[in-house]
């Protein structure tokens, strides 16, 4: 399959966690605007400068922004045999201006309870050394990694609230629009990693 897959969902949905399964299975790169964002804020550039403010108060950068930099990203050689995009689109905008550049195939969906939510963003914690993504109850990272753990500054109760806000309101409505298309592949997201794993792996397997 040449296309691109999006990941869609809430904010905590495992996203991030679940992106590994659908790389190893496909070979597509994996593309995080929230990852391309955290780093352009920490190396302080001008679009990180820019971002910042919205991140950490848990609202959606502006449209224009988010494109130019995808629009850069796919002009990239590893991105010719379709991608997996992680955290985009998350407008219909977005979704419209990805529409002219890329092939969309399929769109999975990770459902999540917003009861369940605020739990699993406050919780989680990052390795700064290998990025890779702990929470403390459901995957408590081992002991002698823990000293070095860090926690986004953007997964707090309060902006988390920001965070679900926007995505009723502006992302939301673009599941349905995949689903008019016929793209949406919906997943329970409400299991544990390896339950919501495997259902993941198997929405891939059936494209
Ligand atoms: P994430 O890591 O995907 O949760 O993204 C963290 C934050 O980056 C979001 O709360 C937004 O402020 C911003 N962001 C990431 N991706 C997008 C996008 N596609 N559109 C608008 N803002 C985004």
Redesign the pocket.
Known sequence: MTGSIVLFGP?GAG??TQASIIVDLTGKPQI????M??SSVSKGTELGLE?KT??ES????P?QV?IGLIEQRLEQSDASGGVLF??????IP?AEALEKITNVSAVISIEVPDDDIVSRIVGRRMDPETGEIFHVSFKPAPTEIQGRLIQRK?DTEETVRN?LA?YHEQTKPLGDWYGERGLLIPVDGSGTIEEVGNSVEAAVKSL
């Open positions: 904010p996203k991030g995080s605007t929230g990852d964002l955290r971002a919205y991140m848990g609202k959606l950068v449209d988010i992680d955290g985009f689109p998350r407008t977005q953007d965070r926007a």
